[in-house]
């Protein structure tokens, strides 16, 4: 059916970025607000927050939220009576850790359960609204890599985590769908990036012979909250410059 300012987020859109303290985070919660969206974005922590790269601005506030704790995550959707959007950013890996049971656990619960745990607190308030689920996974959810294994299997697990919500959640007007980064300059590969023979053996292999910047995950993500995309439900997004096309 026809669809009016299919490319436009409805009077009073209110979108939650989970993890929004971090860099792609910032860059979906910038974008949200320069559409006029009013904004919550969250860190782990006050230190987080005081480290992210979001500036005060109109519409936006920032919250700590440590997705690990059950009743915290409750009580923190229960605060919000509208929401439209939910954006799961947060995330974590540890190279060659992550071969420790502990860390594996860990890293499992931040970014797979974390996830599920804010999908059903906010579960009632997007089926109010008829509202949107982004999950951000990774191209590590198809293509491996032998130093992050938990990272791996978590953003595996989230890419079909999103694919069983869209299915259960439809009745209830809820779209989940999922973005999955490739190569993106953020700080949790800068030590990787300061090789610069590794960094330039990343970039030649994508399409466009360059890393994506934070900016370039946020337009696919707010997209999915769009009512230009409002029959994508269960799909993921991959914004990887090409890097699994060759």
């Known amino acids: 059916m026809p669809i009016d300012r299919p490319f436009s987020l409805t009077p009073g859109f209110h979108a939650v970025v ?18 006029g969206a009013a904004v919550t974005a969250t860190g782990v ?17 920032l919250a700590p939220l440590d997705v690990t704790d059950d009743k915290a995550v409750a009580s923190f959707a229960l605060k919000h009576e509208r929401v439209d959007a939910l ?3 947060a995330g974590i890996l540890a190279r060659d850790k992550e071969y420790e049971i502990e860390m594996f656990a860990k890293v499992l619960d931040v970014n797979l359960t974390g996830t599920f745990r804010t999908c059903l607190a906010f579960r009632p308030a997007l089926a109010n609204s008829k ?25 595996g697990g989230v890419v079909m985590l999103t694919k069983a919500l869209a299915l259960a959640w439809a009745e209830e007007g809820i779209r989940v769908n999922a973005v999955a980064p490739g190569y993106i300059e953020t700080a949790i590969n800068a030590a990787g990036r300061s090789d610069q023979a590794h960094y330039q053996r990343i970039a030649d292999r994508t399409a466009f012979k360059r890393w994506g910047q934070p900016e370039d995950v946020a ?7 769009m009512p230009a995309s409002q029959y994508a439900t269960g799909t993921v997004v991959a914004v990887d410059g090409g890097f699994l096309a060759g």
């Not at 509202?131 to 953003?155: E, H, Q």
């Not at 337009?219 to 909250?225: D, M, S």
């Open 18 to 35: 989970i993890g929004g303290a971090g860099d792609i985070g910032a860059a979906i919660a910038n974008l949200f607000c320069d559409l």
């Open 45 to 61: 922590d006050e230190a987080d927050i005081a480290r992210t790269l979001l500036k005060p601005r109109p519409g936006l506030q």
């Open 87 to 89: 954006i799961n950013c």
């Open 131 to 155: 509202g949107s689920i982004v999950n951000i996974a990774s191209m590590n959810a198809t293509l491996a890599l032998p130093r992050i294994p938990a990272y791996c299997a978590s953003k």
């Open 219 to 225: 337009g696919a993500v707010v997209f999915l909250c």
